[in-house]
């Protein structure tokens, strides 16, 4: 009988060990968050599984979003890199085109990126690393773009609603 106590009872503690295990992986996790989210630090975002369209049209797929902020609630900028399948879409990118998105608050499944002129409606927001597979099949930068915004867009994102 005094076996059948001793087992519940080690039972018991083990239970008991996970669950602080747990409840401190959360808190720790959680302290975590806050410090990155409350501080001006980038924030590094994989988009692994999101399309990228160009005119309308899928031409490859995100690989990472860096979200450059100046304090924890105003954007500085953003850079993206974007893997890009289609030859035509990546040499017309290599041309010297800027690119915009047609809805810049709502990067989505439907966002469609196109070229747009550098002009006085029109400002620097980030830059997009396009990156192409070379003949070894394998991923490498091979160009760099600007990205613009249109200007009450971009102040709007930065905070600043002067525009």
């Excluded at 959360?26 to 302290?31: A, I, L, P, Y």
């Excluded at 047609?102 to 029109?122: E, G, K, V, Y």
Aim: glycine fraction near 6%; include cysteine.
């Amino acid at each position: 009988m005094s076996k059948y106590w001793l087992k519940i009872g080690l039972r018991a503690l083990v239970i008991f060990g996970i669950g602080m295990v747990c409840v401190g992986l959360f808190r720790s996790t959680k302290r975590t968050v806050r410090r990155v989210v409350d501080s001006n630090a980038d924030l590094n975002i994989p988009l692994a599984f999101l399309p990228f369209q160009f005119d309308g049209a899928k031409a490859g797929k995100f690989e990472r979003l860096v979200i450059h902020r100046s304090d924890p609630r105003k954007l500085s900028g953003v850079d993206m890199t974007i893997r890009v399948t289609d030859p035509a879409v990546a040499a017309k990118l290599a041309s010297g085109c800027n690119l915009t998105v047609d809805d810049p608050t709502h990067l989505n499944n439907n966002s469609s990126f196109r070229c747009a002129d550098l002009d006085a409606t029109m400002e620097s927001f980030g830059q997009v690393h396009i990156q192409t597979k070379n003949s070894d099949d394998e991923w490498v930068d091979a160009s760099t773009v600007t990205l613009v915004l249109p200007k009450a867009v971009a102040a709007d994102l930065r905070g600043k609603r002067n525009a």
